[in-house]
């Protein structure tokens, strides 16, 4: 289940399910979206991104979905594995032809065995 | 190569101390970045360079000053910083050749201590 508090939202998943992680953005403008994936003691890892003229894109186990309406991304992963416990970041390109990318709290997923 | 190499890893400063945070990346990339990242929070953008000139300030404090002597090499110095400083310091890089170019590839961090 999905815990938010004070701190780091946590999503908790057994291993072998499919997981999803939601984000909202804050500015309708947006034009790219990208989520990352940070684990302990590494910098954030590109997952997937989504221009905002699609409203989904599929990669390997991932897929985005762009909601524009109500300014909600989610990040689905399929058949969740160990190797994918980390800090997952949704990030808003806020301009200046993407150079400017604002990121979200981020939600942490604990796989469990 | 998708590598971008921070140094120091960790480093512990006081706060009259001078340092410098050294980015280096070998891909190409035109544009380079500093993020600021406090525990359990999202990285928040400081500068960005594209080809070597810098295009984005985020209100930083003058105490951190950037500096990009070349298009592989990013540098932060640092110069009577505050406890409330301390943080993971990530530098990353991008091709910077429009919207779809602008992924970007980030360092491990340098783990910063102001004492």
């Known amino acids: 289940g999905e815990s938010v508090g004070l701190h780091l939202p946590t999503l908790s998943v057994q291993e072998g399910d499919n997981s999803i992680i939601n984000c909202a953005y804050s500015?309708?403008?947006?034009?790219?979206f990208i989520w990352y994936k940070q684990e302990s003691g590494k910098g954030p890892q590109f997952i997937i991104d989504i221009r905002s003229n699609m409203d989904k894109r599929q990669g390997q186990r991932v897929t985005v979905l762009l909601n524009k309406t109500v300014k909600h991304l989610s990040l689905q992963i399929a058949a969740t594995q160990p190797g994918d416990s980390a800090v997952y970041f949704c990030?808003?390109?806020?301009?200046?032809?993407?150079?400017?990318?604002?990121f979200g709290p981020g939600t942490r997923l604990s796989v469990l065995p | 190569d998708t590598e971008v190499t921070q140094t120091p890893k960790h480093l512990v400063m006081g706060m009259t101390n001078k340092k410098s945070l050294k980015c280096e990346q070998h891909m190409g990339h035109r544009a380079m970045y500093w993020y600021k990242q406090k525990a359990k929070k999202p990285p928040e953008l400081m500068f960005v360079?594209?080809?070597?000139?810098?295009?984005i300030n985020e209100s930083v404090p003058s105490r951190f000053s950037p500096e990009c002597p070349n298009s592989s090499l990013l540098n932060l110095h640092l110069h009577a910083l505050q406890p409330e400083d301390s943080a993971l310091y990530l530098c990353?890089?991008?091709?910077?050749?429009?919207?779809?170019?602008?992924?970007?590839?980030f360092g491990a961090g340098t783990r910063l201590s102001v004492l």
């Open positions: 990030a808003e390109n806020m301009g200046n032809y993407g150079q400017n990318f604002v």
């Open positions: 500015n309708s403008a947006s034009d790219y």
């Open positions: 360079y594209s080809y070597e000139k810098l295009s």
């Open positions: 990353a890089s991008s091709q910077d050749g429009g919207l779809a170019k602008n992924i970007q590839y």
